[in-house]
């Protein structure tokens, strides 16, 4: 189960960064990131997913236990940046953030009146997260 768990993390870590870094449109967007917003969103997300999986890989008992306030605030950060203003309607700010960066990417949702739609990368992304989160919890609560 250890195993499993690090794998996840691993798995988050590295899709986040190569979707972050890699420009596979039009499954993401990043040719329409600055440098600045690409290296921020890199260096700031990729440090803060690294920190459980160092955690779990060495066994660093506050980094283990950090992991089980880092998943949660990764998930409400996605809720409070997708899916709020999915289901409830975006900011102008948002709004014209995603038609600059997102609205040209591949979307399976349905739309929810004129918001905007999470786009296929993010939805995988939320979704490893998380997993991650249930699959850390489990196994600090049950080992």
Same mark, same amino acid.
């Given at each position: 189960? $250890?195993? *499993?768990?690090?794998?996840?993390?691993?798995?988050?870590?590295?899709?986040?960064?190569?979707? /972050?870094?890699?420009? *596979?449109y039009?499954f993401?967007?990043?040719?329409? @990131? /600055?440098l600045? $917003?690409?290296? %921020?969103?890199?260096?700031?997300? !990729? %440090? =803060?997913?690294?920190m459980?999986?160092? !955690?779990? &890989?060495?066994?660093? +008992?506050?980094?283990?236990?950090?992991?089980?306030?880092?998943y949660?605030? *990764?998930?409400?950060? $996605? @809720?409070?940046?997708w #899916? +709020?203003?999915?289901?409830? !309607?975006?900011?102008? &700010? #948002?709004? $014209? /953030?995603y038609n600059?960066?997102?609205?040209? %990417?591949i979307i399976?949702?349905?739309?929810?009146?004129?918001?905007?739609?999470?786009n296929?990368?993010?939805? =995988?992304?939320? !979704?490893?997260?998380?997993v &991650?989160?249930?699959?850390? @919890?489990? @196994?600090?609560? /049950?080992?």
């Open positions: 189960m $250890e195993a *499993l768990v690090i794998v996840v993390q691993v798995l988050l870590l590295v899709f986040h960064q190569l979707t /972050t870094l890699v420009d *596979l039009p993401n967007n990043v040719r329409q @990131y /600055t600045k $917003e690409r290296v %921020t969103e890199c260096m700031v997300n !990729g %440090t =803060i997913m690294a459980p999986v160092i !955690g779990f &890989a060495v066994h660093i +008992q506050w980094l283990m236990i950090a992991s089980l306030i880092i949660p605030a *990764l998930l409400l950060g $996605e @809720y409070l940046n #899916w +709020q203003h999915y289901f409830f !309607g975006p900011s102008a &700010a #948002w709004q $014209e /953030t600059r960066l997102f609205k040209q %990417t399976v949702l349905p739309p929810v009146k004129n918001h905007p739609v999470p296929l990368e993010h939805c =995988i992304l939320h !979704g490893l997260t998380l &991650a989160t249930v699959i850390t @919890y489990f @196994y600090f609560f /049950t080992a």
